[in-house]
């Protein structure tokens, strides 16, 4: 069954507007992964594809029709909260055979269902046991059982890992997907988790304040983030955010000036002539640690200096941070109702980076009150590692760079 949100808000009676005019198609069959950070309106959109939440306006489409009006039981849903509550005075068998009861099917059919299902979910030797005397794991996917065995059209999921463990999550994201899979339900699957969202994924749809951010494959959504919110949220180690402004310099390219430090953009990359519109305004960069890598080869000018102040050990990685003197951006700076100001133009400064005037002094970073990190992070895998103290040179992947406008989108537009 395909799901297709139209235009739908939601303000609650309090006028908390927790979903702004989402758009959103899901395609049958698909596992679909709505990710945001706590607050976002993630269960809000779920409970209103359930029918338990009312539209404020818009429409929901499932499988073709309109059904704004549908009760929760003529939507063919099944749904998995955080804490899947179970009966607990029924076994595991019991709690997983209650919604056939109550459709009162043929009572031999339904027990082969349940231990079929049991068999998928790795329950079959404990149907006799009653919900307390499992683990939090074993009861999740207890609940995941009696949502399922319904063989519902629409399957949708709130969270149903954010109890357990991490080493639980991360086996039972794997088998949750491979079940849902196999089942061919449609999937709408709500976590804040990057990580779930990114392994399980078909496509994820990034929600920031009730806003549609970003919406593509996993692949899409980390190397091509619409937004500088995205980049930040889908990215371990963090991603370097890194203030520049963008001059337009003729026979160079595009210079991304971050004050002691710049990048050149040339003109046959589509990224200059996308940034010719933004001469003089603020952009951010964004590089993520992996494509920095320490230049062992003559300079080429598009490379990045550091002092290396902290070195991590990962075991199939370093990780090391180093003091560029770049401002950093943070990425809550960029909210979806903006009160971005903005920088004031210095023309003088084209010429002191290339040295036809005397450099006039830096200006003072603009306040936003948040805390500002000077350091560049990159990865370490092979090769020579530097020491704490140690200069280094950073050759920077410029196919990989990220160049954001003034409001946090992508200056060069993103295509799905
Ligand atoms: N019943 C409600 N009444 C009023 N505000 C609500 C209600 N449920 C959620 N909200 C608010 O709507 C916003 C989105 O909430 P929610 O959908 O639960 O976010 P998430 O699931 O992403 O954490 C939050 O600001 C939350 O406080
Ligand atoms: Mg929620």
């Not at 709505?34 to 306006?57: D, F, Q, Y």
């Not at 964004?286 to 075991?315: C, K, M, N, W, Y």
Request: hydrophobic share 40%; glycine share 8%.
């Amino acid at each position: 069954m395909d799901v297709v949100l139209d235009g739908v808000n939601k303000i609650y009676p309090g006028g908390q507007h927790a979903v702004h005019d989402l758009r959103l198609r899901i395609e049958d069959g698909e596992l679909f992964v709505l990710l945001g950070p706590s607050g976002c309106g993630k269960s809000t959109v779920l409970r209103m594809i359930a029918g338990l939440e009312e539209l404020t306006s818009g429409d929901l489409w499932l499988g073709g029709s309109v059904a704004n009006g549908l009760s929760p039981r003529d939507r063919n849903v099944a749904m998995v909260f955080q804490n899947g509550a179970l009966y607990p005075h029924r076994s595991v068998r019991g709690n997983m055979m209650f919604p056939l009861e109550i459709t009162r099917g043929d009572p031999d059919e339904a027990r082969s269902k349940v231990r079929e299902l049991a068999r998928a979910l790795g329950l079959d030797s404990m149907l006799d046991r009653l919900p307390g005397t499992l683990s939090g794991g074993q009861r999740q996917r207890v609940a995941m059982g009696r949502a399922l065995i319904r063989e519902p059209a629409l399957f949708l999921m709130d969270e149903p890992l954010s109890s357990l463990d991490a080493g639980l999550r991360a086996e039972l994201r794997v088998e949750i997907a491979a079940l849902v899979r196999a089942t061919g339900a449609t999937t709408v699957y709500v976590t804040h988790d990057q990580v779930e969202a990114m392994t399980m994924a078909d496509r994820i749809a990034v929600l920031r304040e009730g806003v549609l951010e970003d919406v593509g494959t996993p692949e899409q959504i980390y190397h091509d983030p619409a937004t500088v919110f995205v980049a930040a949220f889908l990215s371990s180690p963090p991603i370097n955010l890194l203030r520049a402004t963008a001059w337009a310099v003729q026979d160079q390219g595009v210079v991304l000036d971050m004050g002691s430090q710049h990048l050149t953009l040339p003109w046959d990359d589509p990224r200059a002539s996308a940034l010719i519109s933004h001469h003089g305004a603020p952009v951010t960069i964004g590089v993520r640690a992996d494509a920095l890598t320490q230049a062992t080869s003559e300079p080429t000018g598009q490379e990045l200096i550091g002092h290396v102040r902290t070195l991590e050990f990962h075991g199939h990685e370093w990780l090391a941070y180093a003091e560029a003197g770049i401002p950093s951006v943070d990425p809550a700076e960029f909210t979806q109702r903006p009160i971005q100001p903005p920088t004031p133009v210095q023309p003088s400064r084209i010429r002191a980076l290339f040295g036809r005037s005397t450099p006039e002094p830096e200006p003072e970073p603009e306040r936003t009150g948040h805390h500002r990190r000077t350091d560049l992070i990159f990865r370490i895998t092979t090769g020579p590692r530097p020491a704490r103290g140690d200069d280094v040179r950073l050759a920077v992947d410029l196919e990989r760079l990220l160049v954001f406008d003034s409001k946090g989108r992508r200056v060069d537009p993103v295509a799905r």
